[in-house]
C-alpha cells in the first residue's frame, strides 16, 4: 500500500471519531447529572425493574464514556466499535418497543436531562450514528492508537 491515504480511511476515521465524540458527549451529560435523572428516564421504558433502574442509570454513562474515548483515540477499535454498534442496536430497541407501546416516555435520555426529540426523531438520529459506528468497525483502524501499535511489533 502507498502512502497515500484512500477516502474510505479518511471516512472511517472521521465516523470514528464522529461516533466517538457522540458518545463521549452522551455520557459525560448523563455521568455530571444525579443518577436519579437517568434513572427516571429508563424507568419510563417499561423493561426493567425498579431496582435495577439505578444501577443501570450508575453504569450506562460510564460505559459510554468509556467506550467513546477508546474509539475516539483508536484503543481496540474493533472492539469498542461493536460494543457501541450493540447499544446502539439495544437503545434501538428500547425507543422502538416504546413507540410501538405508545409509551409516554417525555425524555428518552438520551443526553442526559437536557431535553429530547420525538422518539422517532431520535430513532432515526441512532440509525446514523449506527452507520458512523459500522464505518468505523470497517475502515477506522488506519490513524489510530491501534496501528501504531501495530506498526512497532
Same mark, same amino acid.
Given at each position: 500500500?502507498? +502512502?497515500?491515504?484512500?477516502?474510505?480511511?479518511?471516512?472511517?476515521?472521521?465516523? &470514528?471519531?464522529? =461516533?466517538?465524540?457522540? *458518545?463521549?458527549?452522551? +455520557?459525560?451529560?448523563?455521568?455530571?447529572?444525579?443518577?436519579?435523572? *437517568?434513572?427516571?428516564?429508563?424507568?419510563?421504558?417499561?423493561?426493567?425493574?425498579?431496582? %435495577? !433502574?439505578?444501577?443501570?442509570?450508575?453504569?450506562?454513562?460510564? %460505559?459510554?464514556?468509556?467506550? +467513546?474515548?477508546?474509539? !475516539?483515540?483508536?484503543?481496540?477499535? &474493533?472492539?469498542?466499535?461493536?460494543?457501541?454498534?450493540?447499544?446502539?442496536?439495544?437503545?434501538? #430497541?428500547?425507543? %422502538?418497543? =416504546?413507540?410501538? &407501546?405508545?409509551?409516554?416516555? !417525555?425524555?428518552? #435520555?438520551? *443526553?442526559?436531562?437536557? #431535553?429530547?426529540?420525538?422518539?422517532?426523531?431520535?430513532?432515526?438520529?441512532?440509525?446514523? *450514528?449506527?452507520?458512523?459506528? =459500522?464505518?468505523?468497525?470497517?475502515?477506522?483502524?488506519?490513524?489510530?492508537?491501534?496501528?501504531?501499535?501495530?506498526?512497532?511489533?
Amino acid at each position: 500500500m502507498s +502512502g497515500k491515504c484512500e477516502i474510505k480511511e479518511v471516512l472511517g476515521l472521521a465516523a &470514528r471519531l464522529a =461516533a466517538g465524540g457522540v *458518545f463521549i458527549y452522551a +455520557g459525560f451529560l448523563k455521568a455530571s447529572a444525579p443518577a436519579e435523572e *437517568f434513572a427516571y428516564a429508563i424507568e419510563s421504558y417499561r423493561v426493567l425493574p425498579a431496582a %435495577l !433502574t439505578l444501577p443501570a442509570a450508575l453504569a450506562v454513562p460510564w %460505559l459510554e464514556l468509556y467506550l +467513546g474515548v477508546f474509539l !475516539t483515540a483508536g484503543i481496540f477499535i &474493533r472492539q469498542s466499535a461493536f460494543c457501541v454498534i450493540a447499544m446502539l442496536l439495544g437503545f434501538e #430497541g428500547l425507543l %422502538l418497543q =416504546a413507540l410501538v &407501546r405508545g409509551l409516554p416516555v !417525555t425524555s428518552c #435520555g438520551c *443526553f442526559g436531562a437536557s #431535553g429530547s426529540n420525538s422518539l422517532g426523531h431520535e430513532f432515526v438520529q441512532n440509525l446514523a *450514528f449506527l452507520a458512523l459506528a =459500522a464505518l468505523a468497525l470497517k475502515y477506522g483502524g488506519k490513524f489510530s492508537l491501534d496501528s501504531l501499535i501495530d506498526a512497532h511489533e
